[in-house]
């Protein structure tokens, strides 16, 4: 254990990216061998292999920082995520589920199986273990996921900045006259509102805290010692978005593997723009989060253009220009 220990202390951000996805892709690309086709079945068991955070948690360890896990706190932070995320698994086994309104609607439910309640209940426990032992921990960075006081023009960044972009694609592509699928799919109201919300809080409590606590609160921390904060973005984008490479295969993701280039692409600009806000807000976890979130649901929310790339990558190149991201400061007030 002491050479692990030691190579983790020296190569801090090679052991965090080694870790990250030795524990995330065997779980991945294991995924179709229990569920098949069952696209839900599929996210369910996806939930459960969250290499970011669960790197974190095990380095965080290490270095004597690490949250007591089992104490009265640690039940009560474990006990609420565990029965949401139960809750939400649960209920898509009973409904479906899918990436879209469009697709859902189309979706099959499979029913309550033994593997399906079986991932569902190991899924919410994962889930659980990372919201509570992140949160518990000593390492500043991470702690910072439970620090609601935060200037409120970052939570509105946070929460608004992806709507920003896809408003103004939105309105471009209503002023070129181009059509606009409608968000709902087809769905009524009430049966769209329930997708959203339980698409909101899978997204919140599984895929943002799972990886935002590895990507920003400890990654991003780690690379910015050494370089630029866009360098760090840079390489980060890389990592975060060749991390995916297994849901091209397990059925998670539509198009060809290969497509995964664009993913690490795309996740370059991404990572520059969580950059920005996290070094803006002192290094909030909980912003990085709520960002990752807003990012993901906005699309069930504001119809997605092929012109509302022109508004991300303005406020890439606005961002990089006004902090001068290429310059080494610490974190910008």
Request: hydrophobic fraction near 55%.
């Amino acid at each position: 254990m002491q050479p692990l220990k030691q190579f983790a202390e020296s190569r801090p951000v090679l052991s965090y990216v080694l870790l990250c996805y030795l524990i995330t892709w065997p779980i991945w690309f294991c995924v179709p061998l229990l569920a098949g086709t069952d696209w839900t079945l599929g996210k369910i068991l996806t939930g459960i292999g969250f290499g970011p955070a669960l790197a974190v948690i095990v380095l965080d360890r290490m270095r004597g920082t690490g949250a007591a896990i089992g104490t009265r706190h640690w039940w009560f932070a474990f006990l609420p995520v565990f029965l949401i995320v139960g809750t939400l698994d649960i209920s898509s086994l009973l409904t479906g589920d899918a990436i879209s309104a469009a697709e859902f609607a189309k979706a099959q439910a499979q029913g309550i199986t033994a593997i399906g309640l079986a991932g569902s209940l190991v899924a919410a426990a994962v889930a659980g273990f990372i919201f509570a032992t992140i949160a518990g921990s000593r390492t500043p960075q991470l702690a910072s996921l439970t620090t609601w006081r935060l200037p409120l023009r970052w939570w509105l960044v946070a929460l608004f900045l992806p709507a920003s972009w896809m408003l103004l694609g939105l309105a471009i592509t209503l002023a070129n006259g181009d059509p606009v699928e409608a968000v709902d799919g087809g769905l009524s109201t009430a049966i769209w509102l329930l997708f959203v919300v339980r698409s909101l809080l899978f997204t919140l409590l599984v895929v943002a805290v799972g990886e935002e606590a590895g990507w920003r609160g400890w990654m991003l921390p780690e690379l910015q010692k050494r370089f630029s904060p866009l360098l760090s973005s840079a390489i980060l984008g890389v990592v975060w978005g060749l991390w995916h490479f297994p849901l091209f295969l397990n059925g998670q993701y539509s198009g060809e593997p290969a497509l995964v280039l664009a993913k690490a692409g795309a996740c370059v600009i991404l990572a520059t723009l969580f950059t920005w806000l996290f070094n803006r807000s002192q290094g909030s976890l909980l912003l990085a989060v709520v960002l990752h979130t807003a990012l993901n649901n906005t699309p069930r929310l504001i119809p997605a253009t092929d012109a509302m790339g022109i508004g991300l990558l303005g406020a890439f190149v606005l961002m990089i220009v006004i902090d001068r991201m290429w310059r080494r400061p610490g974190l910008n007030g």
